[in-house]
């Protein structure tokens, strides 16, 4: 495994993450397709003895119980110093008023819930899940702050949202003195290189580690087009992601995969750790050699010309995943 800085912190997290999404009762939230307490537990437990240290949740994967699961997997399997946790807040936890969002009174609430669920006293990187249009972005962060004084986060960072929501957010952390986002949880792929434009470069300007989510395009990019799986059947927000005209980058995936005799997985990884500014892709695994490919991948190096045959079919695509 290699580590790397997150971002300008001092913070070291291995440069893959495990993503706990798919992790949760299939019973609890929208992810019917997700892996239940036992499964879930050998996966976690196979990327420890892979040297994976970093572990990304949120409060409503599965109504709470992706972070249940993590937490008590990585206190039988790890040590809690060696280990660096990150969770997100923002969605809706329950139905009625201040049953979601960014208020004071929503994330002071949250972060409590999320170090009950995972069982810990901190998290190391607590991220808002994406912009919230009712609440003043003053209000949000200082309350993160506070988390972050009160010893329950050690780092804050921030999900999918535009570039001029998250330059503001930096500052007007800086303008009051608060603590900064460290980190940009964002869709970024072969299929959804929108980043590119604003969000990457502004990254990269302030200091800020990208760790991008769904870095496989939900598994589109390793496989046939048009195969399905358990979680493509029933993974509504995918849908709304990708379109049949990424299928041409699809099968230049599988076509320089076959040339150097690797699954498609790896280079499409391998793809993603080399772009500029990316830290740690958040990988999200159902099976076994999922995580090992994920990790193969970060020995896979693409010379020049392989990255422009990867890259060279893109065309922009509108705006995806969040509004
Ligand atoms: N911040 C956000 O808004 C946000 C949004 C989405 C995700 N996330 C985070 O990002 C993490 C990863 O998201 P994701 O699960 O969508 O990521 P992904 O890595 O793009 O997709 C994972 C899926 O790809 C397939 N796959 C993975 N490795 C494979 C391999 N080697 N060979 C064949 N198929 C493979 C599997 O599909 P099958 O299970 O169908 O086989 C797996 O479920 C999540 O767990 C979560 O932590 C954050």
């Known amino acids: 495994m290699r580590y790397t800085r ?3 912190t001092g913070l070291e997290v291995s440069a893959i993450s495990l993503g706990c999404m798919s992790f949760g009762e299939p019973s609890r939230g929208n992810h019917q397709w997700t892996l239940d307490e036992e499964s879930s537990r050998a996966l976690i437990r196979r990327s420890l003895d892979a040297g994976v240290t970093f572990f990304d949740t949120a409060n409503v994967y599965s109504d709470g119980s992706s972070e249940e699961i993590l937490g008590r997997a990585l206190h039988d399997f790890a040590s809690r110093d060696d280990v660096v946790i990150a969770t997100k807040v923002h969605g ?3 139905p009625g008023p201040n049953g979601g969002g960014l208020s004071r009174r929503a994330i002071l609430s949250e972060i409590d819930h999320s170090l009950r669920r995972l069982g810990v006293d901190h ?3 607590y991220q808002i899940h994406r912009w919230d ?3 003043p972005i003053e209000e949000t962060l200082e309350a993160l702050h506070d988390v972050v004084k009160a010893g329950k986060a050690r780092y804050i960072g921030a999900s999918s949202m535009h570039a001029w929501q998250f330059a503001k957010a930096l500052f ?4 009051h003195g608060w603590t900064r986002f460290v980190s940009m949880q964002n869709h970024y792929n072969l299929l959804y290189r929108e980043e590119e434009r604003e969000m990457l470069p502004l990254c990269q300007d302030q200091g800020v580690a990208v760790i991008p989510w769904s870095p496989l395009a939900r598994g589109r990019l390793t496989r046939p087009w048009d ?7 029933t993974d509504e927000f995918g849908r709304t992601l990708y379109h049949d005209s990424d299928r041409v980058i699809v099968e230049r995936v599988a076509e320089l995969a076959e040339r150097r005799g690797l699954p498609p997985a790896r280079i499409a990884l391998a793809w993603l750790a080399a772009r500029p500014g990316v830290t740690a892709p958040i990988v999200g695994v159902t099976k076994a050699q999922h995580l090992d490919d994920a990790v193969a991948a970060l020995e896979v190096g693409l010379d020049d010309e392989e990255m422009a045959f990867l890259e060279e079919p893109y065309a922009p695509h509108t705006v995806a995943g969040f509004r």
């Open 6 to 8: 997150l971002g300008s």
């Open 92 to 94: 809706r936890m329950r």
């Open 123 to 125: 998290v190391d990187l």
């Open 133 to 135: 249009y009712d609440t």
């Open 172 to 175: 007007t952390a800086d303008r």
């Open 227 to 233: 195969a399905t799986t358990a979680r493509t059947e």
